[in-house]
């Protein structure tokens, strides 16, 4: 038996380089060659390769576990979260990492991805609008709600704003301003919340147009590529039914 399989394989990872900070810098592919071990993920692979070969490497991570949602990448061809991918999904041995697209690139594989989810939550105004709540009363109680109907919220709360359903959709590309899906889970969420007081026609002015609901194409990329399997394909159809009869 060679040495190499012994140890474990040989991992080609070819990563796209690039500092937009660095004057003159020019984006290019760098393949790194380091051995896999068990239970290795994209994560633990680029850390080693920052210890290793290159300690200007730049990705994001926090969590480690799925949950911060700040490792989303391209891994050959496709958005996921680096932490959770694991390098022996890939028989061949040769991974390609991009950044996600259509966020602003900070150098390498890190992008700003919190600069679009604040602007998408400004956009819609992510939060519960009560004026009732809005009055500090710590004697009043909040509503009961059905536990169905909570479970239905909590699903879509689990959005970790990773923006792999941004970086999966054709429309996003065409279209700058578009919504995109992290967008429409989150007004799902707030429409659905008996708290949340806005009506249909409040719902209408903020995403009944073509950089909203009437924009998507029905790709589903989105419904693909979210890390948390969010409902996308049912709540965006839910969504554009109830919006089209506003038209
Ligand atoms: Fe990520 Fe899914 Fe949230 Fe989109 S909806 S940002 S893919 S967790
Ligand atoms: Fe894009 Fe998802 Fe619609 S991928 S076009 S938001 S169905
Ligand atoms: Fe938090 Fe991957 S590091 S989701």
Redesign the pocket.
């Known amino acids: 038996m060679s040495e190499n399989i012994e140890k474990g394989r040989i991992l080609k990872i070819s990563i796209l380089r690039f500092n937009p900070q660095l004057k003159g810098d020019k984006p290019k592919m760098v393949t790194y060659e380091l051995e896999e071990a068990p239970g290795m993920t994209i994560f633990i692979a680029l850390n080693e390769i920052r210890e290793k070969f290159d300690s200007s490497l730049q990705f994001d991570f926090v969590c480690r576990a799925g949950i911060c949602g700040s490792c989303g990448m391209i891994i050959n061809g496709q958005p996921d979260l680096a932490c959770r991918a694991l390098t022996s999904k890939y028989p061949s041995g040769e991974i390609t990492l991009m950044p996600l697209p259509a966020f602003e690139l900070i150098g390498d594989l890190s992008v700003n991805t919190g600069k679009f989810m604040r602007a998408m939550s400004e956009r819609i105004g992510s939060w519960i609008h009560d004026q009732a709540m809005d009055e500090i009363d710590l004697t009043r109680l909040e509503e009961k709600m059905e536990p169905g109907l909570a479970d239905k919220i909590y699903e879509l709360e689990r959005c970790v704003e990773c923006g792999c359903?941004i970086s999966?959709?054709?429309?996003?590309r065409m279209r700058e301003e578009f919504l995109?899906?992290a967008g429409?889970m989150r007004i799902a969420r707030f429409h659905m919340d008996p708290r949340d007081k806005r009506t249909d026609d409040d719902i209408y002015e903020i995403i009944g147009d073509d950089d909203g609901i009437f924009g998507?194409?029905?790709?589903?990329?989105?419904?693909d590529y979210c890390p948390k399997d969010l409902p996308?394909q049912t709540q965006?159809a839910y969504l554009r039914r109830k919006m089209v009869n506003l038209r």
Request: aromatic share 6%; with cysteine; charged share 10%.
């Open positions: 359903c999966a959709c054709g429309t996003k995109g899906a429409f998507c194409m029905s790709l589903l990329g989105c419904e996308h965006i």
